[in-house]
Nanobody
């Protein structure tokens, strides 16, 4: 249902853009899409969310550096990450909560982002 891509190795201060392609059924429904990340030895944390009404929210540590966006025509969710820091190193995963008579949740596979100092 979800396919994430775009991770890689980047130096501190650099940028990466993650993409998450979803099925059309997900984008057509009431949905809340999100990026999560999990750093080695740490719990998974919510990074940013975007709903079908255009509302976005960010975790405090990424505000002003990361931008979540979506292209509904391409059924794709993005995470533009600028001014990357070593502490942003993690596996990033996309998530979709979809309402179609009831709520359902989907996860994409993770993509590794490594930020070197």
């Amino acid at each position: 249902q979800l396919q994430a891509s775009g991770g890689g190795l980047v130096q501190a201060g650099g940028s990466l853009r993650l993409s998450c392609t979803a099925s059309g059924r997900i984008f057509a429904a009431i949905n809340i899409m999100a990026w999560y990340r999990q750093a080695p030895g740490k719990q998974r944390e919510l990074v940013a969310t975007s709903n079908n009404l255009g509302t976005t929210n960010y975790e405090d540590s990424v505000k002003g550096r990361f931008t979540i966006s979506r292209d509904n025509a391409k059924n794709t969710l993005y995470l533009q990450m600028d001014s990357l820091k070593p502490e942003d190193t993690a596996v990033y995963s996309c998530n979709a909560k979809v309402f179609d008579r009831r709520w359902a949740e989907y996860w994409g596979q993770g993509t590794l982002v490594t930020v070197s100092s």
